[in-house]
């Protein structure tokens, strides 16, 4: 529509006409073009969270007016908006918008607040690692690949880019289950962990038990336990070979050395498998038989809080003589080395302190 304005001034000596029309000016002297500001284009941020997931699937290399990621200086955190791919192949396989338990604080339902996109994507369901046995029902108890990533939203830059496994090792067996009987670990402590390096130094971490400590051997971080390099205590998780639970009995020589109640009383935890190789007997009890061996225990070292690997060693491991008795948790433990070498025992005391 025109804009017509026209006004007059009376003098003496002249009439003067003005008159614009869209933007041109006219006068005694002519029309002139007048400048025009164009419209500002539109925002470069999606209308809901829902539109990040185009920086999952590649859609889109960033969103240029999203808010600027940055550790804030008042402590407040960076707030993420997380994407699932695979969880459920059944309903979606797109990206879907996935709400971890525990995250509250870091996530958010507004576009104008979000600064970080999560994207992770699970891998079919492993083989079952181990079934939890229920007066008879069982669950099985399976491992899961993901990859993820997360990324800036104004910026497209990646800033983490890891694939890793919700390892069923790691798991206990719940005390009651209920729904499926195929369960698998969950990618959620491993972003907890992830995300938490991300977030200011003021930042809480989500509240976790000492039990979140067994994935540290997995390489999950546990964002509340104890800093690094610190006076704490350790934690030992031992597994009987590469594909079973770990276990609550140790061979002998092996002995955890703190049992604290509070996860941020811990600093470290020593992971120690055990690889038998060469076989020395067989023992008989009833319907069930235990194989004896020889081997190596591999020991790693990692920090509770990162999940960094700080040292690695391996001791020998002897099969000593049939036992009289022998508690079977599962078809996996048939293979059994009894003791480790003594010199594990004053190897680990060194990185071993009693509880902050």
């Not at 990324?151 to 830059?157: K, P």
């Not at 040292?311 to 008795?325: D, N, R």
Request: aromatic share 10%; with cysteine.
């Amino acid at each position: 529509m025109a804009l017509h304005t026209m006004s007059y001034m009376h003098s003496t000596s002249k009439l003067l006409v003005s008159i614009v029309i869209l933007g041109v000016s006219c006068g005694l002297g002519g029309c002139k073009k007048r400048y025009v500001a164009p419209a500002p284009p539109p925002t470069d941020r999606p209308g809901t969270t829902a539109g990040y997931s185009d920086l999952c699937s590649g859609a889109k290399r960033s969103f240029t007016d999203a808010k600027q990621y940055s550790k804030h200086a008042d402590g407040s955190p960076s707030k993420v908006v997380v994407f699932e791919k695979g969880i459920d192949d059944a309903k979606f396989d797109g990206w879907a918008q996935g709400h971890p338990t525990g995250m509250e604080s870091w996530t958010t339902y507004t576009p104008d607040n979000a600064e970080l996109t999560a994207c992770v994507e699970a891998k079919p369901m492993e083989k079952d690692a181990f079934t939890c046995s229920y007066y008879g029902a069982s669950v099985d108890i399976h491992s899961r690949d993901y990859h993820l990533r997360i990324i800036e939203n104004a910026t497209g830059q990646v800033l983490v880019d890891e694939k890793f496994t919700g390892d069923a090792r790691t798991w206990s067996c719940p005390a009651t289950v209920t729904g499926s009987k195929n369960w698998y670990v969950d990618y959620d402590k491993r972003l907890y962990g992830e995300l938490f390096a991300l977030q200011p130094a003021g930042t809480k971490p989500p509240k976790e038990t000492t039990s979140a400590l067994y994935a540290v051997c997995s390489g999950t971080p546990v964002p509340s336990a104890g800093k690094p390099g610190t006076t704490g205590a350790t934690k030992v998780v031992y597994f009987n070979d590469e594909a079973s639970s770990y276990s609550n009995r140790f061979p002998d020589g092996i002995e955890d050395a703190a049992d604290e109640k509070d996860v941020a009383s811990y600093t470290n935890v020593i992971c120690v498998t055990a690889k038998p190789e060469r076989k020395r007997q067989s023992c008989d009890f009833y319907d069930k038989t235990l194989e004896l061996y020889d081997g190596e225990f591999e020991v790693v070292v990692r920090e509770a809080r990162t999940a960094k690997v700080v040292e690695t060693k391996s001791f020998a491991g002897t099969a000593g003589y049939c036992p009289s008795s022998h508690r079977f948790g599962s078809a996996r433990t048939k293979k059994w080395m009894s003791a480790i070498d003594p010199s594990f025992k004053e190897w680990a005391a060194k990185r071993v302190s009693p509880g902050a």
